[in-house]
């Protein structure tokens, strides 16, 4: 169904601002979600070492400062990234508006 009424598009829309974001993500684009969502949860992981945190702290804009463990997650948020826009991409149509309001 590509058009809905008002109020059902009401309906969704409490629905959908119940859950977490990362449920609503999951919910919304289903298994093309797996990857960023995986992503995210090993960045959480991480984030809950105080070592990792403290590292983050002493990161400076020179590279030559950043260490490995800086660098890994760097590029995993670049990946997360990638991730969450393949299953956006794969759940709505490049022409839906979604694509519109998510950028701007």
Same mark, same amino acid.
């Given at each position: 169904? =590509?058009?809905?009424?008002?109020?059902?598009?009401?309906?969704?829309?409490?629905?959908?601002?119940?859950?977490? !974001?990362?449920?609503?993500?999951?919910?919304?684009?289903?298994?093309?979600?797996?990857?960023?969502?995986?992503?995210?949860?090993?960045?959480?992981?991480?984030?809950?070492? =105080?070592?990792?945190?403290?590292?983050?702290?002493?990161?400076?804009?020179?590279?030559?400062?950043?260490? !490995?463990?800086?660098?890994?997650?760097?590029?995993?948020?670049?990946?997360?990234?990638?991730?969450?826009?393949? =299953?956006?991409?794969?759940?709505?149509? !490049?022409?839906?508006?979604?694509?519109?309001?998510?950028?701007?």
């Amino acid at each position: 169904m =590509a058009q809905r009424i008002y109020e059902e598009k009401i309906e969704i829309a409490e629905t959908l601002m119940d859950m977490t !974001p990362t449920d609503r993500i999951s919910y919304i684009c289903e298994a093309w979600s797996d990857r960023a969502l995986t992503d995210y949860s090993l960045f959480l992981e991480k984030m809950q070492s =105080a070592a990792f945190r403290s590292m983050l702290l002493n990161i400076t804009a020179d590279r030559k400062g950043h260490t !490995p463990e800086f660098k890994r997650m760097k590029n995993n948020g670049h990946h997360f990234t990638w991730h969450l826009l393949s =299953a956006l991409s794969a759940t709505y149509h !490049p022409t839906h508006p979604i694509h519109k309001c998510l950028v701007i």
